[in-house]
């Protein structure tokens, strides 16, 4: 193994490659398509990953939260909308998940209360607001699930081929 970095702010690209034990050559033999130059670049943030190459990054260091890191951090428009995820247990996902859940009982009513005319009025902005912000912590409860499952999926956790055929029989319903 290379030298291992001591800078402070390492990005999550060397952060993971580091852990793996890769040197920048090991892992541009791993990712391929990457030159050892360029993963410096992007380690360094002289230069943005390409959606591609965290895509091959993410496959290679079974890490695909590296897809949520890149459109929360680096991509434009992804900074703007994507939150980024942050990796949990699955049980403290499904407790955050309940407790969203539960906290938007009774709320289905006044949302429709509030919408029906299709018009947010004075009155309705602070309950409008407090849930959309319930809802934003479902969608990323959601989104963190999603990324577990994908994790468990990269290391074998999870049968791969009985969770997609089965993910593949629900689609076609």
Same mark, same amino acid.
């Given at each position: 193994?290379?030298?291992?970095?001591?800078?402070?702010?390492?990005?999550? !690209?060397?952060?993971?490659?580091?852990?793996? &034990?890769?040197?920048?050559?090991?892992?541009?033999?791993?990712?391929?398509?990457?030159?050892?130059?360029?993963?410096?670049?992007?380690?360094?943030?002289?230069?943005?990953?390409?959606?591609?190459?965290?895509?091959?990054?993410?496959?290679?260091?079974?890490?695909?939260?590296?897809?949520? !890191? !890149?459109? /929360?951090?680096?991509?434009?428009? &992804?900074?703007?909308?994507?939150?980024?995820?942050?990796?949990?247990?699955?049980?403290?996902?499904?407790?955050?998940?309940? /407790?969203?859940?539960?906290?938007?009982? &009774?709320?289905?009513?006044?949302?429709?209360?509030?919408?029906?005319?299709?018009?947010?009025?004075?009155?309705?902005?602070?309950?409008?607001?407090?849930?959309?912000?319930?809802?934003?912590?479902?969608?990323?409860?959601?989104?963190?699930?999603?990324?577990?499952?994908?994790?468990?999926? /990269?290391?074998?956790?999870?049968?791969?081929? /009985? !969770?997609?055929?089965?993910?593949?029989?629900?689609?076609?319903?």
């Amino acid at each position: 193994m290379g030298r291992v970095s001591v800078k402070q702010n390492k990005n999550l !690209y060397q952060v993971r490659r580091e852990e793996l &034990g890769l040197s920048r050559e090991k892992a541009s033999e791993l990712l391929e398509s990457i030159p050892p130059e360029r993963i410096e670049k992007i380690e360094n943030q002289k230069s943005l990953p390409h959606p591609e190459e965290v895509l091959v990054m993410a496959d290679a260091y079974k890490t695909p939260n590296l897809c949520n !890191y !890149y459109c /929360a951090n680096d991509c434009p428009i &992804g900074k703007q909308y994507v939150p980024e995820i942050e990796m949990k247990d699955l049980s403290q996902i499904v407790l955050e998940m309940l /407790a969203s859940l539960n906290a938007m009982r &009774g709320k289905q009513e006044r949302l429709i209360e509030i919408t029906v005319d299709g018009i947010v009025d004075g009155e309705e902005i602070k309950d409008f607001v407090h849930i959309q912000d319930e809802l934003e912590k479902i969608s990323i409860t959601v989104e963190t699930l999603q990324l577990w499952a994908e994790q468990m999926l /990269a290391e074998n956790k999870i049968d791969v081929e /009985a !969770y997609h055929t089965y993910k593949n029989s629900l689609k076609e319903k």
